[in-house]
């Protein structure tokens, strides 16, 4: 499955506000007495988390930003040298100042679903991602949950989608559009059957049965005519899912997305973050 920076751009603001903050303060405290923590960004794309996370964190941090598309992995060094306010380049990638904070950024092309635990030798001291785990199946998690215990790898992870959109104000077609989203949002995403609204809930609950700490808090998207952008996005990518599924009529897909894109709709798109600690 492939994403635009654009996409990733858009959300980005929206992204930022929605996460939990008392989850995040709690991932940074967990880190507060390394003195250059490693952290590992699964399906990093245009490098949002890090920009989201690192400021919670301490003065030095080593991220390794992980994903199987090399013009989002290009596009994220373009924008964190944006970002911050001075850049180096460096043979691994950059070395980054921002707000008295020294980041050091290394950009590794893998495949997740080939291996879920790219890091290798080298353990990170927190695992991490945003928007990711829902693209995931659940034999994934099984996976992915036994390299992190193995390590004892604490993991944060935001805005994994846990709810359909709800919509306002209410269309005709908006059962129908959303049953259709859902079938589409199951199908196979480059990791087996997507375990889609399922995912953080069995996620968290794998871990725990595997001795973690496993906190989850909500982090929705409340979407209103400020975020007029997006919500046009996000109702051209149902009606494009919805088509594929061909269970229901492009005139009925038509009058749903032009009422959809009218100024003055609002949306809640239900996510999830967590942080799972692990035994001591
Ligand atoms: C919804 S985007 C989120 C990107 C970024 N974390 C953010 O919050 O903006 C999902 C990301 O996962 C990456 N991805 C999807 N499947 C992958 C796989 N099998 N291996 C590595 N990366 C993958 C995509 O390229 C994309 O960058």
Redesign the pocket.
């Known amino acids: 499955?492939?994403?635009s920076p654009e996409w990733?751009r858009l959300?980005?603001p929206v992204?930022h506000r929605s996460r939990d903050k008392t989850l995040l303060a709690k991932a940074a405290s967990y880190l507060v007495n390394k003195d250059e923590p490693v952290i590992y960004?699964?399906?990093?794309?245009?490098g949002?988390?890090l920009r989201g996370t690192a400021p919670a964190l301490g003065q030095r941090q080593r991220w390794v930003l992980?994903?199987?598309?090399p013009a989002?992995l290009s596009a994220s060094l373009d924008y964190l040298s944006q970002w911050a306010e001075k850049s180096r380049p460096t043979a691994a990638g950059l070395e980054l100042e921002k707000s008295g904070k020294l980041i050091r950024v290394e950009v590794k092309r893998?495949?997740?679903?080939?291996n879920p635990a790219p890091w290798g030798e080298q353990k990170p001291d927190l695992v991490t991602?945003?928007?990711?785990f829902d693209?995931v199946s659940e034999p994934w998690i099984d996976r992915f949950c036994a390299v992190l215990a193995k390590d004892k790898l604490p993991l944060y992870t935001t805005?994994v989608h846990d709810k359909t959109a709800k919509w306002s104000p209410a269309h005709e077609a908006d059962a129908q559009m959303s049953a259709a989203f859902e079938r589409d949002f199951g199908k196979e995403?480059?990791?087996g059957p997507s375990a889609g609204n399922e995912a953080i809930g069995t996620m968290a609950r794998k871990l725990q049965s595997l001795g973690y700490d496993a906190q989850l808090a909500d982090s929705p998207w409340k979407l209103d005519a400020n975020d007029h952008p997006l919500i046009e996005q996000l109702a051209g990518g149902w009606a494009n899912a919805v088509r594929e599924t061909k269970a229901v009529s492009e005139d009925v897909i038509q009058k749903w997305l032009t009422a959809r894109k009218a100024r003055g709709t609002a949306c809640v798109v239900g996510h999830k973050d967590l942080l799972a600690l692990p035994p001591k």
């Open positions: 499955m492939s994403f990733l959300r980005e992204d960004d699964l399906g990093a794309g245009a949002s988390n992980v994903d199987y598309d989002l893998a495949d997740l679903n080939a991602s945003a928007a990711l693209l805005l995403k480059g990791f």
